[in-house]
C-alpha cells in the first residue's frame, strides 16, 4: 500500500452508519445525512450515541474512583487493561479487578440523556506462561446481558511499556494460546511495538517482524493494533484482512514530537507508543476521520501521579479521560466530519469487539472551559492532558455543561 492511499481513504471507507447523532446550530437542526460542507457550518452543539473506549487504563486501588470520575461520565463501556502489579493473568484475576472496578463507580455512573450504566469490559495479560485452558475458562464467562465479560487477550512485547515486564518474550511461545483465541472468537490486543528498535521506528518494525507473520499464520484471529501511532500502521491496516483494526488516542491526533521536545522537555506528553513526526499525525488524523471502520477510539489513558512523571526517569502515559470525548470532536470539527464522530466513537469499536451499540446518547456543545492544573489521583494528584489549556466543547447534562 502507499502513502496515496490514506489521502484516498475519504473515497472508498464505508458510509456514516450513525442513527442517533444531529448537530444543532442557533438556526437549524441537521441530520446526520448532512455533508461535509454543512458539517463546516460549526454547529453548536451534537448530540451521538455513548461512546465506549477500547482502551482505558483505570488503575488500581484507591486511584480507581478518582479515575472513574471521569470514565465513566463519557463512556457506556472501558476495555480495561490488565497491565497492574501483578498483572491480571486469569479469569479468577479478571472478575476479582472488575468487581474493584464496579465497587469504586461513583453513585450515579450514566453519562446518558437516556439511561447508560457504565460497563468494564476486561481483558487477560499475556505472558509466556499463559495456556489454552486459560482463555477457554476466560470465554466462558458473560455478563448479566449475555456478552462476554473478559473479551480479549492483550499481548505485551515484554518491556515494551508500563509494567509490561511479564510481557511475551517471543510471540512463537504464544501459538497454542492463538489458536484457542481463535477458535473462541477472542480478541488480541496488540501493543504493537518491538523492543529493539529505535523508539520512532518500534512499530514499523513490528508490522514487519511480527504482524505480518502472525495474521498469516491465524487468518481468523480477531486483532486489535492499539494506539497506532504511525502512517506505517494506517497504511498496514487499510492492507491487511478485515479482523485486522486499530485504535487511536486522541493525543495522538493532537500532538507530534516536537509538542514534547521544542522549547523544554514536556514529561505530561510522553507516552508509549511516542509522538511522532508530523507526517504521522496528519496520516493518523486522516484515518480517524475518514469514515473507515478500520479505525475507532482508543483512548490509552494512562494516569501517573504528578511526581512519577515529572522526575528523572518518568513514567510513560497520557491522562485524557478527563477531556478525550471534547477533544476527539474538536479534531473531527477542525477537519469539517463532525457527522462522523459518532462512528468513531461509538460505533466501529462495538462493532469490531462484537457487542451491541449503546442506545444511550450523550451531547457536546461549543461551551469552552479550563482544564484544571491537576486532579485527585488516590491520595496524590495526577496532571491532566491540557492541564491550564482551554477546551472549546464540553459534555453537558440537563442543560449544564459537567466539567466546567
Not at 223 to 228: P, Y
Request: with cysteine.
Amino acid at each position: 500500500t502507499t502513502a496515496d492511499n490514506i489521502n484516498n481513504i475519504i473515497h472508498h471507507c464505508h458510509q456514516p452508519t450513525n442513527t442517533t447523532g444531529t448537530f444543532s446550530n442557533r438556526k437549524h437542526t441537521m441530520t446526520d445525512d448532512s455533508t461535509a460542507a454543512a458539517a463546516k457550518t460549526k454547529p453548536e452543539a451534537i448530540t451521538i450515541r455513548l461512546p465506549d473506549d477500547f482502551h482505558h487504563h483505570v488503575r488500581d486501588g484507591p486511584a480507581t474512583a478518582s479515575i472513574l470520575q471521569h470514565a465513566a461520565k463519557r463512556f457506556g463501556r472501558c476495555l480495561c487493561m490488565p497491565n497492574l502489579k501483578p498483572p491480571v493473568v486469569n479469569a479468577k484475576l479478571a472478575l476479582e479487578y472488575k468487581r474493584r472496578i464496579v465497587e469504586s463507580l461513583p453513585a450515579s455512573a450514566s453519562t446518558s440523556t437516556t439511561t447508560g450504566n457504565f460497563q468494564p469490559l476486561m481483558t487477560l495479560y499475556l505472558t509466556d506462561k499463559t495456556a489454552p485452558e486459560d482463555v477457554r475458562e476466560a470465554a466462558q464467562l458473560k455478563n448479566e446481558d449475555g456478552t462476554p465479560t473478559i473479551v480479549g487477550c492483550k499481548y505485551y512485547p515484554a518491556g515494551a511499556t508500563t509494567n509490561s515486564d511479564f510481557g511475551v518474550t517471543d510471540v512463537r511461545n504464544l501459538y497454542p494460546v492463538l489458536e484457542e483465541m481463535q477458535r473462541a472468537g477472542m480478541m488480541l490486543c496488540i501493543h504493537s511495538e518491538v523492543t529493539h528498535a529505535d523508539i520512532f521506528e518500534r512499530e514499523p518494525v513490528f508490522i514487519e517482524e511480527i504482524m505480518r507473520p502472525l495474521v498469516r499464520d491465524f487468518p481468523a484471529l480477531k486483532i486489535t493494533m492499539e494506539h497506532i501511532s504511525t502512517k506505517d500502521a494506517v497504511e498496514y491496516v487499510l492492507s491487511a484482512p478485515a479482523n485486522v483494526k486499530a485504535s487511536i488516542t486522541c493525543h495522538h491526533l493532537i500532538y507530534n514530537r516536537n509538542h514534547m521536545l521544542v522549547g523544554g522537555i514536556r514529561p505530561h506528553l510522553y507516552c508509549l507508543p511516542i509522538l511522532k513526526s508530523e507526517v504521522h499525525r496528519r496520516a493518523l488524523v486522516q484515518a480517524a476521520t475518514s469514515g473507515n471502520p478500520k479505525f475507532f477510539l482508543g483512548t490509552d489513558s494512562a494516569p501517573h501521579t504528578t511526581g512519577s512523571k515529572e522526575s528523572a526517569c518518568g513514567c510513560a502515559g497520557v491522562f485524557s479521560a478527563h477531556c478525550c470525548i471534547e477533544i476527539y470532536a474538536s479534531v473531527f470539527e477542525a477537519e469539517g466530519r463532525l457527522d462522523r464522530l459518532e462512528d468513531f466513537c461509538s460505533s466501529f469499536g462495538a462493532d469490531h469487539y462484537g457487542l451491541p451499540r449503546s442506545t444511550a446518547t450523550i451531547r457536546l456543545e461549543k461551551r469552552s472551559w479550563v482544564v484544571p492544573k491537576t486532579y485527585s489521583f488516590g491520595d496524590a494528584t495526577v496532571t491532566p492532558l491540557k492541564a491550564g489549556e482551554e477546551i472549546e466543547w464540553s459534555l453537558v447534562r440537563d442543560g449544564v455543561a459537567i466539567d466546567v
